[in-house]
């Protein structure tokens, strides 16, 4: 059988096809035209975050039997169409959110401290110290919309930080939400109005598209912090940007976009946005764990047929 790989899955992961005895072809870049016309030869094709498997791919696929997707999200598969032709999709749930909560962490502290602000003056040979006061999270509120596996690892570290921490999701208990030492509101303007960081940890359906808007930002504190390491489009560009030129947010730090790459990325004219071009799974121990899990969840399918 034949596995194409259509995205930067990790070495790792691709030995491990080979290992099982598959025939596996590594063709990066592919427009969806190119992806339609050599889909038929394969049996399953596995991607990252940068491909999109459309309808128009998946029923060109009449070999496909499985779609693997080296990470959490599935938002770039149109499962729909996978189910209509009978194709598994499989991915690696667990496999990055020690990573996607570390970045998150990473933004926090950037965002309270100016560090890539204060970083980038240094390279322009500056000493500007008095500019670059920042804020303590001690003692601070995180406010986590979202608490599955990433916002529990957030809460922990939050934590140990000296901080509160407020959760809002539907789906979760108090009880469990209090394992991880933080407090289930039941209503996210709740959860606005209290925190004094925002960090939203969804995934990308249209109930979640542009949830965090002027009218959310508009009921948050002063001086809040906004964090997306979850979904591009979550968080309207235009509405943060505004925020900040206000004064109203502080900082905000965003890893996601819609669409990525950005076109024209309205956040980039403002020195208070820190920007990554979608970094939270980007480490080598969680790109090692999504390849290797997801070849496994390929091979899993793939015996069926064998
Ligand atoms: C995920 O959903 O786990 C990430 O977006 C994966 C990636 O970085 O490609």
């Known amino acids: 059988m034949k596995i194409l790989v259509a995205d930067k899955v990790h ?19 592919l427009s969806e035209a190119q992806l339609i016309d050599i889909i038929p030869a394969y049996d399953a094709i596995a991607v990252r975050s940068a491909v999109t498997v459309t309808r128009p791919i998946i029923e060109a696929g009449t070999n496909l039997k499985v779609i693997g997707r080296a990470g959490v999200g599935t938002d770039n598969i149109d499962k729909e169409a996978a189910a209509d032709r009978g194709i598994e999709v499989v991915n690696t749930p ?10 998150t962490f990473a933004l926090m502290l950037a965002c309270a401290r100016n560090t890539c602000q204060a970083n980038a003056s240094m390279h322009e040979g ?7 006061t920042g804020l303590e999270l001690c003692g601070k509120t995180l406010g986590i919309i979202g608490f599955g596996k990433i916002g529990t690892l957030l809460a922990h570290r939050a934590k140990a930080f000296g901080m509160t921490v407020h959760a809002y999701d539907p789906y979760c208990d108090p009880d469990y939400v209090a394992q991880y030492g933080a407090i289930l509101l039941p209503s996210l303007d709740e959860l606005l109005q209290t925190s004094d960081v925002i960090s939203v940890h969804l995934p990308k359906t249209p109930e979640t598209t542009n949830m965090i808007c002027d009218e959310q930002i508009a009921k948050m504190k002063d001086g809040v912090i906004i964090l997306n390491v979850a979904r591009g489009g979550i968080c309207s560009e235009q509405a943060l940007l505004d925020g900040l030129n206000s004064g109203k947010i502080w900082s905000v730090g965003i890893d996601v976009f ?16 820190v920007l990554t071009p979608h970094l939270g799974a980007s480490t080598k121990e969680a790109q090692v764990r999504a390849g290797t899990q997801l070849a496994d969840a390929i091979v899993d399918v793939l015996a069926k047929f064998s």
Do not use: F, H, T
Request: aromatic share 6%; with cysteine.
């Open 11 to 29: 070495q790792a992961g691709i030995d491990a096809l080979i290992a099982a005895g598959y025939d596996v072809d590594v063709k990066l870049d």
């Open 94 to 103: 667990a496999a990055n959110v020690v990573s996607a909560a570390e970045q």
């Open 126 to 132: 500056r000493w500007d110290r008095a500019q670059y």
């Open 258 to 273: 819609d669409p990525e790459p950005p076109v024209d990325c309205c956040l980039a004219k403002s020195d208070r946005a």
